[in-house]
């Protein structure tokens, strides 16, 4: 995340759900992402509790746990401070499906209203406006990407950086064109089938 300026210092953490021991595996608070190992990793279960590990988990842990109670298709959970993505969240603009790569999230990814950061407010607003979508923008924080593994949350997290890259400097040279809805399905659709 911080070589490809997906989060900066300490901002930002990543967790991954391990549904058959039914622990979610968290990073830390307030640690350089170059010095965690695997055994600094937090494990909790779905009400908070550490269950494995030495250190305090981030403290932003219910946006991760929150998504692990309403989405049984995901698997891990990244939340990242972008700029491009963050910025759309200050002017309370959605990412729309200005390139078709942001069918990676969903046709669209929506804003949670703004709740305090860390609070299990934020994380319900979170899951609300994401829905059924794999992305969700925090208003005046943030970004949050969900997949089916790590590699997957991950992506998604690349692909809405760079969308919302693209729409704010197209939208500051004029009025992007936003792809029909109808063809938006048949994207979303063939991205299922989509790799190796
Ligand atoms: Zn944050």
Redesign the pocket.
């Known amino acids: 995340m911080v070589d490809r300026n997906l989060t900066s210092g300490t ?2 953490n990543i967790s991954f759900y391990d549904q058959s021991n039914d622990v979610v595996w968290i990073t830390p608070t307030g640690y350089d992402f170059y010095s965690i190992e695997l055994v600094d990793l937090v494990g909790i279960d779905l009400t908070g509790k550490i269950i494995a590990g030495e250190l305090k988990p981030t403290s ?1 842990w219910h946006m991760h746990v929150e998504v692990y109670k309403y989405r049984q298709d995901v698997k891990a959970v990244i ?1 990242g ?1 972008t700029v491009y993505a963050t910025a759309l969240s200050l002017l309370r603009e959605p990412l729309t499906a200005t390139h078709y790569m942001v069918a990676l999230a969903g046709k669209n990814v929506p804003i949670a209203e703004y709740a305090t ?1 860390g609070t299990l407010e934020l994380a319900v607003n979170a899951v609300k406006a994401m829905g059924m979508k794999n992305a969700v923008l925090l208003a005046n ?2 970004v949050n990407a969900v997949g089916s593994s790590l590699e997957h949350a991950f992506a998604v997290l690349e692909q809405v950086e760079y969308c919302s890259r693209l729409q704010l400097i197209a939208r500051s040279a004029g009025q992007p064109i936003v792809i029909e809805d109808a063809e938006m399905n048949r994207i979303i659709e063939k991205f299922k089938s989509y790799g190796q």
């Open positions: 901002g930002g932003e939340h401070h950061f924080h943030g």
